[in-house]
T-cell receptor
Framework: GENVEQHPSTLSVQEGDSAVIKCTYS??????FPWYKQELGKGPQLIID?????GEKKDQRIAVTLNKTAKHFSLHITETQPEDSAVYFC?????????FGKGTTLSVSS | NAGVMQNPRHLVRRRGQEARLRCSPM?????VYWYRQLPEEGLKFMVY????????ESGMPKERFSAEFPKEGPSILRIQQVVRGDSAAYFC??????????FGEGSWLTVV
């Protein structure tokens, strides 16, 4: 079945550093790739998404890149802040469902 | 994810009881999804519904689980005869035609 590999599973950075999370997906027909941030005890919050007609999208400190040929997409967070600490999930659309990665726990220390 | 309303937020049930989780989609959204999250894992798709129709239930366990989205009122995820393995966070999400999916804050089910 469809799946997505997400790396790393944990990531610790110093405040102000950049963080990069990478995902590789299986379904070459997918056209939609969202990223979600989940804080403890809360629901996943959509932070950015990209559709397959573009290779990169940026929103302030957050950017996502997509390489459809290689089936890779990545989340880039610049100038990290302590409030960026959370679990981040990549996902891709397979039919009517979103298929999620297992998550990356990002810790930003000040 | 403000706008997708789920209740209850926390639910404790004894083995064998029934659990009912409710979800009101974001205003203007007619598509509802249910996902389950086990501890320290990603979210797993369960079911996709539109008003009065189950569109895709490929992720639903074959027994004890059912979902509905009636013409009036919230979507309901129903788990009959709960077992310990049903303990998880259940998330509802909604979207409009453009498939950007927003999640609610979740319902945490604990089976004792």
């Amino acid at each position: 079945g469809e799946n997505v590999e997400q790396h790393p599973s944990t990531l610790s950075v110093q405040e102000g550093d950049s963080a990069v999370i990478k995902c590789t997906y299986s379904d070459s027909a997918s056209n939609y790739f969202p990223w979600y941030k989940q804080e403890l005890g809360k629901g996943p919050q959509l932070i950015i998404d990209i559709r397959s007609n573009v290779g990169e999208k940026k929103d302030q400190r957050i950017a996502v890149t997509l390489n459809k040929t290689a089936k890779h997409f990545s989340l880039h967070i610049t100038e990290t802040q302590p409030e960026d600490s959370a679990v981040y999930f990549c996902a891709f659309q397979a039919g009517t469902a979103l298929i999620f990665g297992k998550g990356t726990t990002l810790s930003v220390s000040s | 994810n403000a706008g997708v309303m789920q209740n209850p937020r926390h639910l404790v049930r004894r083995r064998g009881q029934e659990a009912r989780l409710r979800c009101s989609p974001m205003k203007g959204h007619s598509h509802v999804y249910w996902y389950r999250q086990l501890p320290e894992e990603g979210l797993k798709f369960m079911v996709y519904l539109q008003k009065e129709n189950i569109i895709d239930e490929s992720g639903m366990p074959k027994e004890r689980f059912s979902a509905e989205f009636p013409k009036e009122g919230p979507s309901i995820l129903r788990i009959q005869q709960v077992v310990r393995g049903d303990s998880a966070a259940y998330f509802c999400a909604s979207s409009n035609m453009e498939n950007t999916i927003y999640f609610g804050e979740g319902s945490w089910l604990t089976v004792v």
